[in-house]
T-cell receptor, first 115, second 116 residues
Framework: KNQVEQSPQSLIILEGKNCTLQCNYTVSPFSNLRWYKQDTGRGPVSLTIMTFSENTKSNGRYTATLDADTKQSSLHITASQLSDSASYICVVSGFDNFGNEKLTFGTGTRLTIIP | EAGVAQSPRYKIIEKRQSVAFWCNPISGHATLYWYQQILGQGPKLLIQFQNNGVVDDSQLPKDRFSAERLKGVDSTLKIQPAKLEDSAVYLC??????????????FGEGSWLTVV
């Protein structure tokens, strides 16, 4: 069964500090891995998309890594800001038997930045 | 570029009543998704459309949920009759990719449903 597990479930850090969120998956066959940011009461917003051949991708202060061999990904946030407080969802894409893309969502990491 | 539009944003209904949600995807996006997100959980796919055809509705509770995408553009999701456990955010999303691909999936702001 395809699964995506994220850790930690929640995290509280001081403004200006760095943090790293983890994502482990068992999705096969693998197509790509996405990180989304979801503010409270809003829809998810895409941060990064990585395919099998990419092992790192940055979007401003967000850097995602992918190790397709160990099926692990991380999202590193540098110099955190209060606006980074949100849930971060790892989404892994695979294919069904008909070649349709299928997304498996993690339950997210709830990040809180305190001043 | 306009985003994915959803309405209503909030709805409170009594159990056994019906409710309908509307979604207008980004112009030109062939793929449309409806997700259910229960508080504290990740989104769960209810149904995926490719143009006006259904690609995947395996997790749609068909005894009470229905969805349609007439003319391959707007879509509606209906719940009838609603149960308490249907309280969730219903997210609509769209993508320009067809079948295999790595297109960005854009989400709407969601329709928040509370069943009392």
């Amino acid at each position: 069964k395809n699964q995506v597990e994220q850790s930690p479930q929640s995290l509280i850090i001081l403004e200006g500090k760095n943090c790293t969120l983890q994502c482990n998956y068992t999705v096969s066959p693998f197509s790509n891995l996405r990180w989304y940011k979801q503010d409270t009461g809003r829809g998810p917003v895409s941060l990064t998309i990585m395919t099998f051949s990419e092992n790192t991708k940055s979007n401003g202060r967000y850097t995602a890594t992918l190790d397709a061999d160990t099926k692990q990904s991380s999202l590193h946030i540098t110099a955190s800001q209060l606006s980074d407080s949100a849930s971060y969802i790892c989404v892994v894409s695979g294919f069904d038997n008909f070649g349709n893309e299928k997304l498996t969502f993690g339950t997210g990491t709830r990040l809180t930045i305190i001043p | 570029e306009a985003g994915v539009a959803q309405s209503p944003r909030y709805k409170i209904i009594e159990k056994r009543q019906s409710v309908a949600f509307w979604c207008n995807p980004i112009s030109g996006h062939a793929t449309l998704y409806w997700y259910q997100q229960i508080l504290g959980q990740g989104p769960k796919l209810l149904i995926q459309f490719q143009n006006n055809g259904v690609v995947d509705d395996s997790q749609l509770p068909k005894d009470r949920f229905s969805a349609e995408r007439l003319k391959g553009v707007d879509s509606t999701l209906k719940i009838q009759p609603a149960k308490l456990e249907d309280s969730a955010v219903y997210l609509c999303a769209s993508s320009s990719q067809r079948g295999q691909g790595i297109g960005t999936i854009y989400f709407g702001e969601g329709s928040w449903l509370t069943v009392v």
